[in-house]
C-alpha cells in the first residue's frame, strides 16, 4: 500500500496560514520552488487546486479547509509531544479557528473575542465566515467550518451545542414617531414595520413570522432587509417599527435617537447557541476555544 507523504499536510497548514509560497518558503527554510512542488503534489493526491489565487494571495478551496479542519488538531498534538508539551498550551498555539458568524453575531462577540485572543493565544488566527443561507450548518457538518455562532432551529445530528444566551425582542423606533406615547396592539398592526429576514428554513426570522400569525396580528412590512444592523438607520429616516434583539437596539440607543419598547405581541426569545462537530467534543484545542466563547459571552453580552 503506497501512503502520501504526510509532509504534504505540513505544506497545507502553511499554506491556508500564510496564502504565501514566499512566506512558507521562508518559515520551512526550503525554495519556492520546493513549496511549489509540493502545492504540486498535494494536487494530485487529492484530485483538487488545493489553493487558488485571489488578487495577491492563494485561497484554500472548499476541500482543503474541510482537509484542514479534521487534521490540524492532530498536527498541533505532534508539534506539542514534538515539544515534549502535552498539554494544550493557548499562549503557543498556531490553529486557525474558523466561526460561522452573522453580521449580529460578529457586532457582539467579535470585540471581545479578538481582544482575549491577541491576549491569550496570539499566534492563534480567527476566520469569520458569513453564513451560507442555503448550506447553513452543514459547512460545519462536512469541517469547513470549527463552529457556527447563532440561532439554529434544528442541527443535524452530527453535531453538538451549546447554548450561550437568550435576547429578548424589542420594538424600535425613531424619536418622535407618531406612536412613542402608546405603543400598543393597536399601534403595532397600524404603522408600517422593516422586515428583517433570511432565506433560510428554521431561521429566527421564520420562527418570529410563525409567532405572529399564530396571534392573528396583522403587520405591513412595506421593506425587508437581511440585517439587524441595517435596521435602525432605516428607523431614523422613517416612521417605521423595527423587531430587533435588546442588545443591538439599546447599542444603537446609546448613540442614535430611537425609543425602545416592549412588544405588545408576543415574541419568542432569540436563543444563541455555539455548534460543533461530535468528533471535537474532547479536542483541548477545541474546548479551549468554546470556554473562551462563553467567557466572552458573560463579560460583553450576560453583564449588560
Not at 148 to 157: D, K, L, N, T, V
Not at 243 to 262: D, G, N
Amino acid at each position: 500500500m503506497s501512503f502520501p507523504d504526510l509532509n504534504l499536510l505540513v505544506y497545507l497548514h502553511l499554506l491556508i496560514k500564510h496564502g504565501s509560497a514566499t512566506k512558507v518558503a521562508h518559515e520551512l527554510n526550503v525554495t519556492q520552488p520546493g513549496v511549489s512542488a509540493a502545492l504540486r503534489r498535494l494536487r494530485n493526491v487529492l484530485e483538487d487546486p488545493v489553493m487558488v489565487r485571489s488578487g495577491g494571495r492563494l485561497v484554500p478551496t472548499s476541500k482543503a479547509l474541510a482537509l484542514h479542519s479534521q487534521m490540524a488538531p492532530s498536527l498541533e498534538l505532534w508539534e506539542r509531544l514534538a515539544d515534549g508539551n502535552v498539554m494544550f498550551d493557548a499562549s503557543r498555539t498556531t490553529r486557525t479557528y474558523s466561526v460561522l458568524a452573522s453580521d449580529y453575531i460578529q457586532f457582539l462577540l467579535l470585540p471581545g473575542l479578538s481582544c482575549k485572543l491577541s491576549l491569550l493565544a496570539p499566534k492563534a488566527e480567527l476566520r469569520v465566515i458569513p453564513p451560507n443561507p442555503y448550506r447553513r450548518l452543514q459547512m460545519v457538518v462536512e469541517r469547513e467550518a470549527d463552529f457556527a455562532i447563532g440561532y439554529y432551529h434544528e442541527a443535524p445530528e452530527e453535531l453538538r451545542s451549546r447554548r450561550l444566551f437568550v435576547e429578548t425582542m424589542v420594538c424600535v423606533m425613531r424619536r418622535g414617531h407618531p406612536a412613542s406615547g402608546q405603543f400598543d396592539l393597536a399601534a403595532f398592526s397600524r404603522h408600517l414595520h422593516i422586515g428583517i429576514t433570511s432565506v433560510a428554513q428554521g431561521s429566527y426570522s421564520a420562527t418570529l413570522e410563525k409567532a405572529i400569525a399564530e396571534q392573528r396580528v396583522q403587520r405591513r412590512v412595506p421593506i425587508t432587509v437581511p440585517s439587524y444592523l441595517a435596521a435602525p438607520h432605516v428607523v431614523l429616516q422613517t416612521d417605521y417599527v423595527a423587531i430587533l434583539p435588546a442588545s443591538i437596539a439599546c447599542a444603537f440607543a446609546a448613540t442614535l435617537p430611537l425609543e425602545l419598547h416592549p412588544s405588545p405581541v408576543g415574541l419568542p426569545p432569540l436563543d444563541v447557541s455555539i455548534f460543533y462537530h461530535n468528533s471535537m467534543q474532547n479536542d483541548p484545542s477545541h474546548k479551549w476555544f468554546r470556554d473562551l466563547t462563553v467567557e466572552v459571552v458573560a463579560e460583553k453580552v450576560l453583564s449588560k
